[in-house]
């Protein structure tokens, strides 16, 4: 852990940290708890008296320099990540880069926080709005991008002025240990960036009692994301939640097959399916179907499933746990019970670690649980449609609201169709729009305000209007 500018912890009970690709113990973190988080919030209640009233230009300098370091460390990142969390270390690489563009567009975006003056109605008034950090901030973060994740929410914070306590997720702590190192070589001041690692219910307790934190933003499921919600009543704290996704892909019959697949496909199996704007309900319009399902089958039989530290070319990791291959495996199992045909996969991977096959399943209907809930993991259902209303309507008939895909080379039919989907994200022709410019979040219980862009900074900032009266 770290708190004030000191690794912590050294006393404490420690958590045994697994690779799912393996089920080795790869390393060990304190077992933090109220205790720890309390010293951390308090760290950085006194750092934000001095940061918030740093430049603009400062703060930028600083985050400039962690990019570079996050950018030179890439290699030993994407190795932790990937023995941490099972990711193929290609993609973990990619993530290294995903993660540093945050901080170097924030370091940008920190320039231009800009204030308004408005039009006084009375002549020895001035009216002026201006922007203040929000405070101490709480990031809590998920195991499913053990990097990006993180520095999708301390850069804008920090860039804002604001100071942060990450809690990282209790699967995939060890990068983001590996990113307080850089932190600390960054010279960012003690204090301004804390990690408390351990009992989440302790310490995410703490963060939601003490008065000090003034912001949440959390990554991670909706049952717990409403939890928060209820527990950021008491003291109105803001919030930023990023929840569950449960994302249709509609393909339309005027659709560029060739590309359509590849967007499938990188939708799909990118972190093996782990990822909450990862395609989970394919929708494919049935003068299409029959070709669509065969060319992307193809594809995904050649996917190399395996541990990509020990292997060449895995394009597929382990399922994070025990718990994700029950879950794929379950939701696999209803669908084939309920009449779906297996193309391809259907299986776990027998041996050491959480490995399941990409599998794709056909003649999906709405009934099956795969239809409902988030899969998270490497099962493609492709269910045949008729028309644009019908796949607008099966793609709302949910409680999420974070991506969705529309592929069609029509400019009429996408606009019509993409402006009826009640989705946060939209990839038009494309399987994979995150990027550090854009707002990433989810409408309906997909979530709470967005990460990301200019929106994202918004997220760290007071809005205090000031009336001057002249004499
Ligand atoms: C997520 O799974 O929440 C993050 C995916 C992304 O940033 O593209």
Not at 126 to 143: C, D, E, N
Not at 283 to 289: H, K
Not at 410 to 437: H, M, Y
């Amino acid at each position: 852990m770290y708190i004030n500018g000191k690794k912590m912890g050294e006393d404490l009970e420690k958590i045994e940290i697994m690779n799912p690709a393996t089920n080795e113990v790869i390393g060990k973190v304190p077992n933090g708890g109220e205790k720890e988080a309390e010293q951390a919030i308090k760290a950085a209640y006194e750092a934000f008296l001095t940061w918030s009233e740093t430049t603009a230009y400062e703060r930028a300098a600083y985050l400039k320099r962690l990019n570079k370091l996050i950018i030179e460390h890439q290699e030993e990142l994407a190795q932790t990540m990937t023995m941490e969390m099972g990711k193929p270390i290609e993609e973990s690489k990619g993530e290294v880069v995903y993660g540093a563009s945050f901080l170097e567009w924030y370091a940008e975006e920190a320039k231009r926080v800009y204030g308004e003056t408005i039009p006084t109605h009375i002549s020895n008034k001035r009216l002026q709005v201006w922007k203040k950090p929000v405070g101490v901030v709480a990031a809590i973060t998920p195991w499913n991008f053990p990097l990006a994740m993180i520095t999708r929410k301390i850069a804008p914070a920090l860039a804002a002025g604001c100071t942060v306590i990450i809690k990282p997720s209790k699967e995939s702590p060890l990068t983001a240990i590996k990113l307080m190192e850089l932190v600390e070589k960054a010279g960012i001041p003690e204090g301004v960036v804390n990690l408390v690692t351990g009992s989440s219910a302790k310490i995410v307790g703490q963060m939601m009692e003490n008065d000090k934190v003034r912001k949440i933003t959390f990554t991670g499921s909706t049952e717990i994301g409403k939890l928060l919600i209820e527990q950021s009543a008491k003291q109105v704290k803001r919030l930023s939640l990023e929840l569950g996704g449960h994302a249709p892909f509609i393909i339309l019959d005027d659709a560029n097959v060739e590309k359509a697949v590849d967007g499938v496909l990188a939708s799909k199996f990118r972190n093996g399916g782990q990822t909450c704007v990862c395609a989970n309900r394919i929708y494919v319009q049935a003068g299409i179907y029959e070709q669509f399902v065969n060319k992307f089958s193809e594809k995904v039989k050649g996917l190399r499933v395996g541990n990509s530290l020990h292997e060449e070319k895995v394009d597929i990791g382990p399922l994070i746990n025990e718990d994700g291959v029950n879950k794929v495996a379950r939701h696999v199992k209803d669908a084939v019970e309920k009449g779906a045909l297996i193309v391809t996969g259907g299986n776990r991977i027998e041996g050491e670690g959480t490995f399941y096959e990409p599998t794709v399943l056909r003649d999906i209907d709405p009934s099956m649980i795969i239809m409902q809930e988030e899969t998270f993991g490497p099962v493609a259902p492709i269910q045949k449609i008729e028309t644009d209303e019908e796949a607008v309507e099966l793609a709302n008939s949910t409680e999420y609201g974070l991506a969705a895909y529309v592929f069609t080379e029509s400019v009429s039919r996408g606009t019509k169709l993409v402006e009826k989907l009640d989705f946060g994200i939209v990839g038009w022709n494309d399987g994979v729009p995150s990027a550090a410019q854009a707002p990433f979040g989810g409408m309906k219980e997909s979530g709470i305000g967005r990460e990301g862009g200019h929106e994202g900074m918004d997220a760290f900032l007071e809005t205090q209007y000031v009336s001057i009266g002249l004499s």
